[in-house]
């Protein structure tokens, strides 16, 4: 049974000065954050950008970090949207890459139906695969905030549905769902600057965007953090509150890109409506990674 404890890392897209998908840095950018420590892949999450790839695109994408991980780490793709019958489709599309270990699905957004059209949501997907289901709830994207008792009422029915990534930032949603979730049900951080309070309150790790460009500190510090190592970890969170304020400063992946273009592991390049970050930001960024890696 695939295990949620620990760093996953939602990896960007490269692309390349036209736009298109670079390969290449994809695969530099798997070894990096492979080697750097984390313990698993997200793939097609919403930092990858995935809403303005085209099917092509995606496949390769999926591909390319497949063949890269080389089966070192599990993998996580990210498949949800607002059409529940689309999304089955896609995960059962899924369902024959060699290398997928579950799947990651964010509440419906645009739609914004209410709990009980949520649940059915989730429901329909469950039924539908034996994978194991990752639920993400993140209202500041989608506008409609999945509640703790919708998320328990699914986590209890099927033994499937085996996390949530959790953005709400409510820290008292948060902790209702630790306090009485099912024993085979874990609960992940979604936000990175905060991932160390809500260990603290039970938290299992954090899918992470920052992990793209720091996976060796990030995950030295939630590692710390699960094996209680308090004052460690907190010695750590603050030395990279910063970067984690910098890499959402301007909306995400544009932070995190720039981060990595600094890092020469990606071109700077995003596609519209996205830009890259303005110039005062890139300094910004450029000096902390300088100050980090002395």
Not at 60 to 87: C, F, M
Not at 127 to 144: A, E, F, K, W
Not at 201 to 215: D, H, L, R, T
Not at 265 to 282: D, G, K, T, Y
Request: proline letters at 5%; a neutral charge.
């Amino acid at each position: 049974m695939m295990n949620f404890k620990g760093v996953g890392v939602a990896l960007v897209t490269p692309f390349k000065h036209d736009k298109s998908v670079d390969t290449e840095a994809l695969k530099k950018l798997v070894t990096f954050v492979v080697d750097g420590g984390v313990d698993y892949l997200v793939v097609m999450g919403t930092t990858a950008e995935n809403p303005v790839l085209n099917e092509e695109e995606k496949q390769s994408v999926i591909e390319t970090a497949l063949e890269a991980n080389h089966k070192r780490v599990p993998v996580v793709l990210g498949i949800g949207g607002y059409d529940t019958a689309k999304v089955i489709k896609e995960i059962k599309k899924a369902e024959i890459y060699k290398g997928t270990d579950a799947i990651l699905s964010v509440t419906p957004y645009y739609n914004k139906p209410n709990q009980t059209g949520l649940y059915e949501h989730f429901s329909a997907i469950a039924q539908s695969t034996d994978l194991p289901i990752i639920l993400y709830n993140v209202p500041g994207r989608t506008g409609i905030n999945m509640l703790a008792e919708t998320t328990l009422k699914l986590a209890h029915q099927y033994k499937n549905i085996k996390a949530i990534k959790e953005a709400s930032g409510s820290l008292d949603q948060i902790m209702y769902i630790v306090e009485h979730k099912p024993s085979h049900f874990q609960v992940v951080s979604g936000d990175d600057g905060i991932t160390l309070p809500l260990i603290s309150v039970g938290v299992e790790g954090v899918i992470s965007v920052v992990a793209n460009a720091i996976p060796a500190l990030f995950s030295q510090m939630v590692h710390h953090a699960l094996s209680n190592k308090i004052e460690e970890a907190r010695k750590m969170h603050y030395t990279l509150l910063e970067f984690c304020r910098l890499a959402f400063a301007e909306g995400n992946p544009t932070g995190i890109k720039n981060a990595l273009w600094h890092l020469g592991i990606i071109q700077n390049e995003l596609r519209l409506p996205l830009v890259p970050a303005s110039a005062p930001l890139s300094q910004k960024i450029k000096n902390w990674i300088q100050y980090a890696n002395k």
